[in-house]
Nanobody, 121 residues
Framework: QVQLVESGGGLVQPGGSLRLSCAAS????????MGWYRQAPGNQRELVAT???????VYADSVKGRFIISKGNTRYTMYLQMNSLKFEDTAVYYC???????????????WGLGTQVTVSS
């Protein structure tokens, strides 16, 4: 069984910063992909940022230059540093991992429960 746990959400004023964390644990044989998604009320879930095996970040245009995705020192952890936050960044932020839980299993998607980020004055 695999679990993804996000933390770090909260209420912040426009222009402020937050740092989200995601930790994957459980039966993980190999990690293929980790990324952050978000879903605002009435909207579809959208990709925010992903991180490659080499540690390079790939970002949605809406967050480029403001958000930074990074790997943690602990295996299967990652962070999302969110700077210059805007009202439109308000959403539930989800951590997603695509991984194999055993040598014979295919890659499967796993999601965290999400953490709320609210940007409000």
């Amino acid at each position: 069984q695999v679990q993804l746990v996000e933390s770090g959400g909260g209420l912040v004023q426009p222009g402020g910063s937050l740092r989200l964390s995601c930790a994957a644990s459980g039966s993980i044989f190999s990690m293929y992909f980790m990324g952050w998604y978000r879903q605002a009320p009435g909207n579809q879930r959208e990709l925010v940022a992903t991180i490659t095996s080499s540690g390079a970040g790939v970002y949605a245009d809406s967050v480029k230059g403001r958000f930074i995705i990074s790997k943690g020192n602990t295996r299967y952890t990652m962070y999302l540093q969110m700077n210059s936050l805007k009202f439109e960044d308000t959403a539930v932020y989800y951590c997603k991992a695509v991984l194999r839980s055993s040598p014979v299993s295919p890659n499967n998607d796993y999601w965290g429960l999400g953490t709320q980020v609210t940007v409000s004055s």
